[in-house]
């Protein structure tokens, strides 16, 4: 799945390949406008000789035809441009969603650090002691344990202690 960041590029870059378009269309039904100028004029000039006249005939027709495929081209670009136009409001509802959903994230994330803090001694005003795990209970433990060298000895300490005791030693490096 691509990112948000990926999913707004992409639509940018349709968004100017539209824009692109609809500017490309501007200029055609421009030109499409001209060139229908053009030929008014060039038919006054030819409606004096009748054979002059039946030439360009043809030749009028076609261009009129490719006007036709030009203007429909011109229209097709229009409605993308359009469709663009509302992929874009989506879009950028979207990203409002999301960004307010980030910030809704940012939020919690502040409100579980503190939580965090509070919970584990981060905001506490007294330090904690220093050790591996900051927990001399531990310390102790594990200096007991191996002061003794009797392995049945060790065997007794271990079965005394309580299952908390017991990974506190565990955990202890």
């Not at 992409?10 to 229908?36: F, V, W, Y």
């Not at 039946?54 to 009028?60: H, I, K, N, Q, R």
């Amino acid at each position: 799945m691509k990112t948000i960041d990926e999913q707004l590029e992409d639509a940018l870059a349709r968004i100017k390949q539209h824009e692109t378009d609809a500017q490309a269309g501007t200029a055609l039904l421009n030109e499409a406008s001209r060139q229908a100028g053009d030929f008014k004029q060039q038919i006054a000039a030819l409606s004096k000789d009748k054979e002059t006249l039946t030439l360009a005939s043809g030749e009028l027709t076609e261009q009129r035809d490719q006007l036709t495929r030009d203007l429909a081209t011109a229209k097709q670009s229009l409605n993308s441009a359009a469709n663009a136009a509302e992929e874009l409001t989506k879009a950028k509802e979207q990203l409002t969603a999301l960004n307010a959903e980030v910030e809704k994230l940012k939020g919690e994330a502040k409100t579980a650090e503190r939580i965090a803090a509070e919970r584990y001694g981060a905001a506490s005003s007294q330090p904690l002691p220093v050790t591996s795990r900051g927990d001399t209970k531990a310390d102790e433990l594990v200096t007991r344990f191996k002061a003794i060298t009797d392995p049945k000895e060790q065997t007794v300490f271990w079965r005394s202690l309580t299952t908390e005791q017991r990974t506190l030693i565990l955990n202890a490096k």
